[in-house]
């Protein structure tokens, strides 16, 4: 059982640090969309607006950190975060390992899963006495089985993020000319697994330890994607391209 919290009276230097987190995941995001209208692909596309919506997540929590607690800032926080934090990511990353059809099947099947999931977010009641002034935490929804579709949808992304940047890995290191993107693949994979096991961290209120995992995963995402994507063997070599981040879980 998880010690409980001690209640933030003022925020801290972790509170601050989705501030950094937020330009990183921007600038990653950038990169994605001039990669996207250069060679065009769902899966390019799918990981552009996902490094968009990991880059709203931080955004908000930083927002927390700046203007303290507020109801819409907490429902836009689980509803990036939690819910499209990884879906659009794990989504790219479906369009390099499944067939397109298939592919498109699980897009149209996550999009309503996320969409059933953020109106529930929406419209659930929440308990403002366990409202803390600069922590975000999915407890304060009075319906806790809304948090189910949290579970559901990273577990998803796990599979196709981290088992696909791990799966990516082994296929490159098998060439000398693409060991270069197994190398970027393998920082990918770490750095997927870090905001998911922060996220895990917020089901019991200790949510600055997702601050820190955030940070560090979109600095190992974004050195394995330049790592992954460098020059002109590691793009030319395979259709196979580097994927992106696993969600936290909150």
């Known amino acids: 059982m998880w010690p409980r919290p001690q209640v933030a009276a003022v925020p801290t230097f972790v509170h601050y640090i989705p501030i950094v987190t937020t330009v990183i995941a921007l600038a990653l995001a950038a990169s994605l969309a001039r990669r996207y209208r250069a060679r065009g692909g769902p899966h390019l596309l799918w990981w552009t607006i996902g490094a968009l919506t990991y880059a709203a997540g931080t955004a908000v929590e930083a927002s927390v950190t700046v203007f303290g607690w507020q109801e819409w800032l ?74 189910a579709f949290s579970p559901f949808i990273n577990l998803y992304a796990f599979i196709f993020l981290v088992g696909g940047a791990a799966k990516s890995a082994v296929y490159f290191w098998r060439r000398r000319e693409t060991r270069a993107r197994a190398e970027g693949n393998a920082l990918i994979a770490f750095g997927a697994l870090l905001p998911g096991i922060g996220g895990s961290f917020t089901r019991f209120g200790h949510t600055e330890v997702l601050y820190v995992t955030e940070f560090l995963g979109i600095i190992l995402i974004y050195l394995g994607y330049r790592r992954a994507t460098r020059g002109p063997t590691a793009m030319e070599t395979s259709t196979h391209d580097a994927p992106l981040p696993a969600p936290a879980l909150r």
């Open 74 to 147: 907490f429902r836009a926080w689980y509803i990036t975060g939690a819910l499209l934090g990884g879906a659009p990511l794990a989504q790219g990353a479906a369009y390099l390992h499944v067939p397109r059809r298939v592919a498109d099947i699980l897009s149209v099947a996550l999009v309503a899963t996320v969409t059933v999931a953020a109106a529930f977010v929406l419209i659930v009641p929440l308990q403002y006495e366990l409202v803390e002034p600069y922590r975000l935490t999915g407890r304060v929804m009075a319906w806790p089985w809304v948090r």
